[in-house]
């Protein structure tokens, strides 16, 4: 009875803090020019198991999103005031006007509001939700814009302080794609192919920062 009570009138004791988008992109937030590693798993009906591939996001200025693709093929996809220019080996660069692929004007309007820790901006394209704690939190994103939207259910963003872990994006068709940043990539890449994917990207974590 007394372990009852005692529970009961200090509950803020064993109970982690509660999470906010806020807070979420106040420790997000990277000026700019920063960059980090990925991993990405792209399924396919077509595959016997899904496509890796690693590379490395690039944030050069505030209007510039850059992706680079090391392995298993060389490619850049440069995204810059609402174009998108993809370079690939042996290749012609081909520009295209972001209104053509509504997934890559998601992923600059989403990374440039996380990384400048603009809420207000991420909110305009996204419905955002948070939940879990400052040591193991997710965000999870519903986009506004009716073309992401067509293709996209939603984005789910899960870190722990202030490391953005792992990005897994639901289609409205097709298998959940994700992908790996920072130290979860660097892990992926250490293990190679013995590498638990899911277990990476949704590793509880160490203390917030």
Not at 23 to 32: K, T
Not at 160 to 182: D, H, K
Request: net charge neutral; aromatic share 4%; charged share 25%.
């Amino acid at each position: 009875m007394l372990a009852m009570l005692l529970a009961a009138a200090l509950p803020s004791a064993a109970q982690p803090a509660a999470v906010e988008p806020a807070w979420i992109l106040e420790r997000l937030a990277r000026p700019a020019p920063v960059s980090t590693p990925f991993v990405e798993l792209r399924g396919s009906a077509m595959l016997k198991a899904p496509l890796r591939i690693q590379g490395e996001y690039a944030r050069p200025d505030d209007d510039t999103l850059v992706r680079r693709v090391l392995a298993p093929y060389a490619e850049t996809t440069t995204i810059r005031q609402g174009e998108a220019t993809i370079a690939r080996e042996g290749r012609r660069p081909r520009t295209f006007p972001l209104s053509r692929a509504p997934e890559l004007a998601g992923l600059q309007a989403s990374f440039g509001a996380l990384l400048a820790g603009d809420a207000d901006a991420l909110a305009r394209d996204y419905r955002v939700a948070a939940s879990g704690s400052r040591e193991d939190w997710t965000l999870v994103m519903q986009p506004r814009d009716a073309a992401l939207a067509a293709s996209v259910r939603d984005i789910t963003l899960r870190g722990r302080g202030a490391e953005l872990r792992c990005i897994e994006t639901r289609p409205v068709e097709g298998e959940l794609q994700r992908t790996l940043l920072a130290g979860a990539a660097r892990s992926a890449v250490e293990a190679g192919a013995a590498a638990d994917d899911e277990a990476l990207c949704r590793e509880p974590g160490a203390a917030a920062r």
